[in-house]
């Protein structure tokens, strides 16, 4: 096995400079699959099906809504508080049984 050397020499590499500048290539099923979508689905198919969901969303339809939502603002992201509200750590005790 051959030894690449790093960019830096450091064990890291440079700042600012991508690893994989072209990024993983398109598999062909991909490629194949966006095909078939575009020549399928029109603008103004995607444009009836954006409508619908907004109807059922108004609705109340919450699969409507959470599906909207994903395009609209992108899913949801949970965020966990490791800390207490005056950022000192939680002290949990578990007790098992009569222990």
Do not use: C
């Not at 095909?35 to 689905?41: G, K």
């Not at 992201?77 to 005056?86: S, T, V």
Request: glycine fraction near 14%; proline fraction near 6%.
């Amino acid at each position: 096995m051959s030894h690449i050397p790093n960019p830096t020499g450091k064990g890291g590499f440079v700042k600012g400079k991508s690893g994989n500048p072209n990024g993983r290539p398109k598999k062909a099923r991909e490629e194949r699959y966006y095909e078939i979508l575009h020549t399928t689905v029109s603008f103004e198919d995607w444009q009836e099906i954006i409508l619908k969901a907004v109807q059922q969303a108004k609705r109340g339809d919450q699969a409507a809504r959470t599906w909207l939502a994903g395009y609209l603002v992108g899913p949801h992201i949970q965020k966990f508080e490791h800390g207490g509200d005056d950022g000192k750590p939680i002290i949990l005790k578990v007790i098992y049984g009569d222990k």
